[in-house]
């Protein structure tokens, strides 16, 4: 009886030596393991590692134009913009040590700052805050939505616009450097709905 309890130790340790550690293998997840040797497939991801590159600005828009008090103007409709050359930041990363920052399409730095996160909600700082929420982020992809609000008066007409920016984005894993650093001087980049964008949409609503 003893002889079999010693075998069936003898078994159990040799079994357990053998057995490789399970584990995220993938170095951009949050929950890598570097000591796995058999990757289990539970890699969870967040928004550090490479850099997002974007696809789509969808802005869906809500805008109230008053004059002397009167409403002259109650519209809702969505922007959609594809075009990278057309949007203001084309490149994002966040950094492991909270910076942040954000390239055009030329690779050009338009923005940097910091950022945190706190569940789902990722604040950034830079020339204004912009809060925005993370609806999906796995290894290749991140979706994130920004909810706003801005008020614009030209020529004695105010207008009061509310938006929702959603943005697609795809993980470049090889991260981003540029050698072109100084930052875009002139308008502020950091608004979701640019100055310029918002003049355009009233030119086109005066016509």
């Not at 974007?54 to 075009?83: F, K, L, P, Q, R």
């Amino acid at each position: 009886m003893r002889k079999l309890i010693y075998i069936f130790l003898s078994v159990s340790i040799i079994f357990t030596a053998c057995k490789k550690e399970e584990g995220c293998m993938d170095t951009i997840a949050t929950n890598y393991n570097p000591d796995a040797e058999v990757d289990e497939g539970n890699c969870n991801y967040g928004i550090v590692g490479g850099s997002w590159i974007t696809n789509s600005e969808v802005v869906d828009i809500h805008m109230v134009a008053t004059m002397g008090g009167m409403v002259v103007m109650d519209s809702t409709w969505t922007e959609t913009e594809t075009n990278k050359d057309s949007m203001e930041t084309v490149t994002q990363k966040f950094w492991d040590n909270g910076v942040f920052n954000a390239w055009d399409n030329n690779n050009n730095l338009v923005d940097n700052g910091t950022w945190v996160q706190s569940g789902t909600t990722v604040t950034v700082t830079t020339d204004t805050v912009i809060v925005g929420e993370i609806i999906s982020v796995t290894k290749t992809n991140l979706v994130h939505k920004v909810v706003g609000s801005q008020i614009i008066n030209d020529m004695g007409i105010n207008f009061d616009i509310d938006f929702i920016f959603t943005a697609d984005h795809t993980r470049d894993e090889n991260g981003f450097t540029t050698n072109i650093v100084s930052k875009r001087e002139g308008e502020d980049q950091s608004s979701i709905i640019s100055k310029k964008n918002i003049k355009n949409i009233i030119k086109n609503i005066k016509k």
